[in-house]
């Protein structure tokens, strides 16, 4: 059996390898002549992506170059600290999440896949599928033709596959923020180990760590209307540092000191969500991760959950004969917990939307210590890191 897998990102080379791991030829198509070092700036894996890359034998080289934060630590954008909550099951932080540039991580997971044999087609841009009942035949925008027994759409939010598996699908939501983030050198800040710092500012909502090498990581999340996304690709990093300087202006250090201290790439996205998508495969043809059912990054949980999507659709795979069977058994054991994830997400991003006028942020301001001093001993949302499964389990088909 050969399986096609589209997208060279977290969850394409994760689901290579799995399958590789069950016995499947695989080949990756890789839409980008070759990976960008600083795509997407850096994310949160969680407790249970770890696991998976455990389960990889990868979780120690991430580590390499990885930031443990089992706690994040909210501030007011007056400098009074709001409280702290765990970045990971409440009451265990052994099990915390770390922060990692999602080009490392995507690179561990390339070297990965390319150690173990696995073939990688660079350029490869997905442009359409089709399926003969035996194969499905993937053809690319340079005019290569792929074929194989099962293609996995790993392709992103602007999935190919998904709107061959489900012409109808919901289309991506925009979340009414744009996350504008880098790297920032010499703000003369310590380290912060084990944490990372949320600014509730007065006109933007603010992230940052720093490392043990006094490099900071940050981002902010400015509430927008949806942009034009052409639009938002010509905006230079100076012009968002200049727009950012002028939105925390009133905030305290060392917000303005990082903005001040900012340099090399700055990257900008609009947030958007994928939820209530009714359909996961057709066919010969699947997706995971973002291509099905994306989530905004403040839950810290998209990588982990495209990672377990990996881990259960190998393992159904593994455990069926009926490749059919096999991915409707994924669909079944994924859909309630990636569609309370995303809504999770969503709450938070209500959070991070600025607010009108002094007296709305007084008020928020009053209220979120309280609000967190629950959360950090609150075990309701421990189901986020558990997502229950294992690869030694069996799948029932």
């Known amino acids: 059996m050969k399986a096609l897998v589209a997208g060279c990102g977290v969850g394409g080379p994760a689901v290579a390898l799995y399958l590789r791991r069950i016995g499947w ?46 706690e994040l630590v909210m501030w007011s954008g007056g400098g009074k600290r709001l409280g702290v909550v765990p970045n990971g099951p409440a009451g265990d932080p052994a099990r915390g999440s770390v922060v990692v540039r999602r080009g490392w991580l995507q690179q561990v997971l390339k070297d990965a896949a390319q150690e173990a044999g696995i073939p990688i087609a660079f350029g490869a841009r997905l442009s359409a599928i089709e399926e003969d009942g035996a194969s499905v035949v993937a053809r690319t925008m340079d005019g290569r033709e792929f074929v194989g027994d099962l293609l996995v759409g790993s392709d992103g939010i602007g999935s190919i596959a998904r709107r061959y598996v489900d012409p109808a699908a919901p289309k991506p939501k925009y979340s ?27 006109r933007s909502f603010f992230g940052y760590l720093v490392r043990d090498d006094g490099t900071t990581y940050w981002f902010a999340n400015v509430t927008k209307p949806e942009p034009d996304r052409t639009a938002l690709r010509q905006i230079s990093p100076e012009a968002w540092l200049d727009e950012l300087k002028d939105l925390h202006r009133d905030d305290t250090a060392p917000v303005p000191q990082i903005l001040a201290a900012a340099t090399g790439v700055v990257g900008a996205y609009p947030v958007y969500d994928l939820q209530h998508v009714p359909q996961w495969s057709r066919g010969r043809v699947v997706c ?110």
């Open 25 to 70: 030829d695989v080949e990756i198509l890789e839409a980008t002549q070759e990976p960008d070092p600083h795509a997407g700036a850096f994310l949160n894996v969680a407790t249970n992506g770890l696991t998976v890359l455990r389960d990889l034998g990868l979780a120690d080289r991430l580590m390499t170059d990885a930031h443990p934060c089992p």
């Open 176 to 202: 009414g923020l744009i996350s504008v983030g880098g790297y920032a050198g010499n703000t003369g800040l310590k380290p912060t180990p084990g944490e990372q710092h949320f600014v509730f500012g007065r």
């Open 288 to 397: 995971i991760g973002d291509a099905i059912h994306a989530t905004s990054p403040s839950a810290g949980q998209g990588a982990s959950l495209t990672l377990e999507d990996a881990q259960v659709l190998g393992r159904c795979l593994r455990d069926s004969s009926d490749v059919e069977l096999a991915l409707k058994t994924f669909h079944q054991l994924r859909h309630q917990r990636t569609e309370a994830v995303v809504a999770y997400a969503q709450k938070i991003n209500k959070q991070k939307k600025t607010t009108s006028g002094r007296v709305s942020m007084a008020i928020r301001d009053a209220l979120l210590p309280i609000f967190l001093r629950k959360a950090a001993t609150d075990t309701t949302v421990n189901w986020l890191y558990d997502p229950g499964t294992r690869w030694d389990e069996q799948s029932a088909t």
